[in-house]
């Protein structure tokens, strides 16, 4: 397993790749436009009309964009490994590191790194720049709650990233991916939620955002709540690493 850990070529070489693909660029910088973008632009128009006009959750209300910004991170997540799968791409990648388990790797560092960067910077962005737009209303840095979700928020953004990774290795296409999780995360998550009760809290959309709150749900905190996420990105993960290693290029 050693042998197959990244190596400083590998996670350059894959970098290299991000940076030259415009779409996946392109998706990359739109996580923090779309979170810090709508956030404060929301803000600005009904953030100071009354209390709670935002949610009943104001530590919550804090990252209403990151709504947005996760649809731009799974589409750099799935862009990411989906562009591997055209033109040959990826017997040229695996010319250049033969053995798939530490192409895969450092794959996955080098999206799950950006994603985590990006994140944590748009966190940071979201919530000073969104609570400038308050009023009376406004949270301030070290509140209850404040710093977790700005660590978290990042978090959520880079699982939320590797897990439409994962599933773009197994189906080998963006495309499918993004049709079948921003549906779920959008709709399918909610309509679940009021119909199931519990069950739907260890989704990993509604697990992940626990973070946010003030409060933890029902049975799961904070952290808890990140950890059922994690769970989902890296089960999604294993069958993209499986699907690399099996599958013929």
Do not use: C
Not at 20 to 29: Q, Y
Not at 65 to 70: A, D, N, R
Request: aromatic share 10%; proline share 4%; net charge positive.
């Amino acid at each position: 397993m050693r042998a197959a850990l990244p190596t400083v070529p590998s996670l350059h070489s894959e970098w290299i790749k991000i940076r030259s693909l415009r779409g996946s660029f392109g998706a990359l910088i739109a996580v923090f436009a779309a979170t810090a973008g709508i956030q404060m632009l929301t803000a600005a128009a009904i953030g100071t009309a009354e209390a709670g006009s935002m949610g009943q959750d104001p530590l919550f209300a804090a990252y209403y964009g990151l709504l947005f910004g996760q649809i731009a991170a799974m589409t750099f997540g799935a862009g990411a490994l989906s562009g591997e799968f055209r033109n040959g791409a990826l017997r040229t990648s695996l010319a250049a590191v033969p053995n798939r388990t530490r192409f895969y790797l450092s794959k996955m560092a080098v999206v799950g790194g950006l994603a985590l960067l990006v994140g944590e910077i748009a966190g940071l962005v979201t919530f000073v720049g969104g609570q400038a737009f308050m009023g009376p209303y406004a949270l301030a840095l070290g509140d209850p709650g404040t710093y977790r979700a700005i660590v978290g928020s990042g978090l959520y953004l880079a699982l939320m990233a590797l897990f439409a990774a994962g599933l773009a290795a197994v189906l080998r296409s963006a495309a499918a991916v993004l049709s079948l999780l921003i549906p779920f995360v959008l709709m399918v998550s909610f309509i679940v939620g009021e119909a199931s009760g519990g069950v739907a809290q260890f989704l990993p959309d509604r697990a992940g955002q626990v973070v946010m709150h003030t409060q933890g749900q029902d049975a799961l905190g904070p952290w808890s709540g990140l950890g059922v996420m994690a769970l989902w990105a890296g089960a999604a993960l294993f069958a993209g690493w499986l699907a690399v290693r099996r599958r013929d290029a």
